[in-house]
């Protein structure tokens, strides 16, 4: 960001932080006058303020910028720090449920510094990694798990990508940063095998902030989803929903964050 640009953000989260909520979406949408990309991530902060309806989904710049700026550290926050275990959880639920057999092509989106690889490489004879922060894809790479790596964002990759058909796809932690999922589950039909097992957590909000809505902007700037959206959403492009738990995704100033890790198969011909 400018030098302009970036004083009118720093003063936007202060006159946030103080709870002065006119002042800080006054300040957000200058903001994205500055920057329409959205670098800094004004339009979800805005949704979060009640200052602006919540976007299809996070700005790409912004989450590349977001997680470019905290790649060396990410590992040591997110899992040392905010308890984050999603990649964990999704491989001892798969054992525990008998799912946890070999697949000849695994997909990794929103691979971030490679974790779900890593819990997943036993399990493939290929595997393939998709971030949109170029410095995240370059640590997963360090991992030595993965045969191929892309930057790129999800939802564009899976409707663009002329790689083979997966019969594994798991997406850790990218529904947090998508509001409508009707692209991203076209996609996910678009490369997966007819059987391909079907992996994601999204993160929930009560129905109380929710007020009905499909998908909502939450207060920490991630997206939450109602399950019936979700499912309905997956019945439509001929994906089926095998099992849903409730997980703790991560914690938020020291606050346990809710959600759920979604398994489903894409419909057989």
């Not at 790649?71 to 525990?96: N, S």
């Not at 089926?240 to 703790?248: G, M, P, Q, S």
Request: proline content about 4%; some cysteine; overall charge negative.
């Amino acid at each position: 960001m400018d030098d302009q640009l970036d004083e009118i953000y720093e003063r936007a989260l202060a006159h946030q932080a103080a709870g002065n909520v006119e002042a800080a979406i006054a300040d957000f949408k200058h903001c994205l006058e500055l920057d329409p990309l959205d670098h800094g991530g004004a339009a979800v902060r805005l949704a979060a303020l009640g200052g602006a309806p919540s976007p299809d989904a996070a700005p790409v710049a912004y989450v590349a910028t977001l997680f470019d700026q905290h790649a060396d550290e990410f590992d040591d926050v997110l899992v040392g720090q905010l308890e984050y275990k999603v990649p964990t959880i999704a491989r001892e639920r798969l054992d525990k449920l008998g799912l946890a057999r070999g697949f000849d092509r695994f997909l990794d989106l929103g691979c971030g510094t490679g974790l779900a690889g890593e819990a997943m490489e036993d399990l493939c004879d290929e595997l393939v990694a998709v971030d949109v922060s170029e410095e995240m894809v370059g640590i997963a790479a360090e991992r030595g798990c993965y045969d191929d790596l892309y930057v790129a964002e999800a939802v564009n990759f899976l409707a663009s990508s002329d790689e083979a058909p997966f019969d594994c796809i798991f997406a850790t932690d990218v529904l947090p940063y998508l509001g409508a999922l009707e692209a991203f589950a076209s996609g996910l039909s678009r490369c997966a095998k007819p059987g391909a097992l079907i992996g994601f957590s999204t993160e929930t909000q009560p129905d109380s902030w929710m007020g009905g809505a499909d998908w909502k902007v939450g207060p920490h700037h991630r997206y939450a989803h109602n399950m019936d959206y979700v499912k309905a959403v997956l019945e439509g492009v001929a994906i089926d929903v095998r099992d849903v738990c409730e997980i703790t995704v991560r914690l938020e100033e020291g606050e346990p964050v809710s959600g759920h890790l979604y398994l489903a198969t894409k419909r057989m011909d």
